[in-house]
Structure formats: C-alpha cells, structure tokens
T-cell receptor, first 117, second 113 residues
C-alpha cells in the first residue's frame, strides 16, 4: 500500500514557465513533508520542506503548499530553468523532531521534470 | 567537502556471492539509513540506525544485514546475493534532533547476475 503517491511519472514544462509537481499521501499521521531533487548518477539532495502546522513554505524560486484536509502537497518552481530538469521525490515523515530519526522517510516514486528550452 | 561517502560506486556479483557496501559520514550525525531505489519504485528503506549501537529494520530488510561500526560508519551486507537485489543503494544520514532533511551519498549501483 503506497502511502506517498506521485501520480505523474513525468512532466514537461517550458523554460520560464511555472512547474507544478503534485504529491498525495494517505497516512494522516505524517506531519513533516520534504521534496528532494535527484540528478542521474547522484544521490537525492534536499530541496525544501514543510511542517504540518503550516500551509506554505517558500525558498527562492521554490514554494511548497500543503493542504492537510486533502492530504495533498505541491511543489511550485517559478520560473523554471534548464537546471531544474531532474527527478523530484516527495517524502513524508511521522515525526519532525524525532529523538533518533528512527522512522526514516517514506518516499513517492518520483516525477521526472523536463524543462524545454 | 563534508558529506556521505559510499563505496564501491559500482559492483557486479554472481548469484550467491556476498559483499559489504560501505558508508561513512563526517557530519557527526546520529542517524544513518540504507535505501534502495528500483525503477518505478522510488526509494525504500532497508535498515536504519537511530544512534550508534542501535539498528532496526525498515520496509524491505530481507536478505540484508547491517552494522553500525561507530558513529561515522554504517555498512550493509548481502550474505547471499540474488538477482532481485539488483538495485541502486543509497546511504543517508541525519541530525536526530533537527529534521532539516537527510544527506544522501551518491549511491552504489549493484548488479547481481
């Protein structure tokens, strides 16, 4: 049973436009959400996160929105740049300030974002 | 640069062979993790170590063992490799009391033939 779902395996966006990546989750106990970016042959790198007590977090061109009632979050990238082409993973955690990070993160399957020139 | 170092980067094994994947971090993180990534499956947690001296199973632990050798090092062992263990393996670490996101290594691409 997949607890974190990214239903779009790929997304193509024109350079300069907005990219919107979506993520749904089923476990209402998740209270911290993260987005990771992954280039080929590299490990995922942390991009942005949001706590369940917030509905928006912004960092430069990246904004994450959380709708708890819908169990949905989205990552907005504005404006999209060629270097944004990568696989984006949504992840969720059961605890924000865990005593030992023991529960790990539950990841979605990823969305491959392609920025067209 | 500070970070998570994984060795080897690539490995080909025959079915039944054993090997150990090494991971070391120099950020003084308490928690360390092993994930595997398969096409269309995202990343799945194999084992984790909340702190030095402790290890616990994740989502897909069968066929693997781990050792938290010290605070820096967390190794993953395949005792008898199977083709189903062909995957890309990522080690990660995190500061236990500040969830700023995990730091991942660059991965080990393992093929079992």
């Amino acid at each position: 049973d997949q607890q974190v779902k990214q239903n779009s395996p790929s997304l193509s966006v024109q350079e300069g436009r907005i990219s919107i990546l979506n993520c749904d989750y089923t476990n209402s106990m998740f209270d911290y959400f993260l987005w990771y970016k992954k280039y080929p042959a590299e490990g995922p790198t942390f991009l942005i996160s949001i706590s369940s007590i917030k509905d928006k977090n912004e960092d430069g061109r990246f904004t994450v929105f959380l709708n708890k009632s819908a169990k949905h979050l989205s990552l907005h990238i504005v404006p999209s740049q060629p270097g944004d082409s990568a696989v984006y993973f949504c992840a969720a955690s059961l605890v924000m300030y865990s005593g030992g990070g023991a529960d790990g993160l539950t990841f979605g399957k990823g969305t491959h974002l392609i920025i067209q020139p | 640069n500070a970070g998570v170092t994984q060795t080897p980067k690539f490995q080909v094994l025959k079915t039944g062979q054993s090997m150990t994947l090494q991971c070391a971090q120099d950020m003084n993180h308490n928690s360390m993790y092993w994930y595997r990534q398969d096409p269309g499956m995202g990343l799945r947690l194999i084992y984790y170590s909340a702190s030095e001296g402790t290890t616990d199973k994740g989502e897909v632990p069968n066929g693997y063992n781990v050792s938290r050798l010290n605070k820096r090092e967390f190794s993953l062992r395949l005792e008898s490799a199977a083709p189903s263990q062909t995957s890309v393996y990522f080690c990660a670490s995190s500061e236990s009391d500040k969830n700023y996101g995990y730091t991942f290594g660059s991965g080990t691409r393992l093929t079992v033939v």
